[in-house]
């Protein structure tokens, strides 16, 4: 029985959107190296396994560490290489084929000089997200890192790596539709100005926003979205996925009722949640109380709003009659704003078929 805040996975609806995402990539001969991020999880995985991935993309070098100890043997690990684990990074890179990330020229020297196995570089283009990344039209950076990454016997230029990552705060499908279009012309024309002297050049997008509504994916060469599988408040109000395709919530037990303020308060907080907040229909959210089952209409999404949190509350607004049917110590199920940050806070989930599904913790590489 559930007495503290659990995170709950539809096993069936993230497999639904596993499968749609394959045959994305399938149609468009894209290669599909999911982010593996978004669960952390190694069982998970072994759902994308069976479907035929055998490449993945993490965030850090211990969840590169932990899915190659599941038999993960190529995994991108898509953010700047950070040099003080320069140790970590020489004996991964002895057991699979590893996949770094550059923008900065200190950071391929010292890799030039240390590393003593192969490794595949991406060059990070920055073609608008403004977080990291050589900005596409720099060409000395780029030609400067390549030649670094040229005389190493050790460093493979992999090719061009970008995440469209402002598409998840774009007010609508036109606007992603842009972004992901405008990404993806800097990024093509980087491969066709840089492939006659390094043949195998690729170039690396996802994100899922544009998985949903770019009608276009000529020209890439591979795929790397995550928060497909689960998707999100975030993800539904805008328009990117419909209530019956998301697959994780927070079960939440009530421990406070206040019909005066018409509002009822929740063992559930900052800590479980994440405080991640978005504006939807006019008000900063933090998560929404789901109501009914996924089949209960597709684009209808009944409940209410997580309007506060602190560490260990949360605060719902609900109405008079809803709150009359409620009792201290119902749970309640809450959808977050976010799944990736969401997921992260918990050691586990626990399936809608009661089973528990363990995953990555940093202590657990």
């Known amino acids: 029985m559930i007495k503290t805040p659990t995170l709950l996975l539809n096993k069936s609806i993230a497999e639904k959107n596993i499968n749609k995402m394959v045959n994305l990539c399938a149609n468009w001969g894209l290669a599909f190296r999911p982010h593996f ?32 100890n599941h038999g993960w043997e190529d995994i991108t690990i898509a953010i700047p290489v950070n040099i003080l684990e320069i140790d970590k990074i020489i004996e991964l890179s002895k057991i699979i084929k590893l996949n770094l990330l550059v923008d900065q020229l200190e950071t391929c020297q010292i890799l030039s000089r240390k590393v003593i196995q192969p490794i595949s570089l991406f060059i990070e283009i920055d073609t608008g997200y403004a977080r990291s990344g050589i900005a596409y039209s720099q060409d000395e950076q780029i030609d400067t890192l390549l030649h670094i990454i040229k005389k190493s016997p050790k460093l493979q230029f992999a090719g061009f790596l970008s995440h469209t990552g402002n598409s998840y705060s774009a007010e609508n499908a036109k606007m992603v539709v842009q972004l992901f279009e405008q990404a993806k012309r800097k990024m093509i024309a980087l491969k ?26 000529s020209g890439i060469d591979e795929w790397r979205p995550g928060n497909f599988i689960f998707y999100d408040m975030m ?36 800590v479980h949640l994440s405080k991640e907040s978005m504006n939807f229909k006019g008000r900063k959210i933090f998560g929404w109380v789901k109501i009914g ?14 309007i506060s949190l602190s560490q260990e509350h949360g605060i719902i607004a609900a109405s008079s009659e809803f709150l009359s049917q409620l009792k201290v110590g119902d749970l309640i199920d809450i959808i977050p704003i976010h799944s990736c940050m969401t997921a992260d806070l918990f050691p586990q989930y626990k399936t ?13 590489t």
């Open 192 to 217: 066709n100005k840089y492939t006659p002297h390094y043949k195998n050049t690729i170039i690396s997008l996802g994100d899922t926003p544009s998985s949903t509504y770019a009608t276009n994916f």
């Open 235 to 270: 993800q539904f109000a805008q328009g990117v996925c419909r209530f019956d395709e998301i697959a994780l919530t927070v079960r939440c037990p009530i421990i406070g009722i206040y019909p005066q303020r018409q509002e009822f308060v929740i063992y559930g907080g900052g």
């Open 37 to 68: 991020k978004t669960h952390q999880s190694a069982e998970i995985a072994e759902w994308f396994r069976k479907k035929g991935v055998n490449k993945c993309t993490v965030s850090s070098i211990d969840m590169a560490q932990y899915f190659a």
């Open 352 to 364: 809608n078929n009661n089973d528990t599904i363990s995953k990555y913790r940093s202590n657990s």
């Open 293 to 306: 089952k996924e089949d209960e209409g597709v684009n209808k999404l009944n409940g209410f709003p997580v």
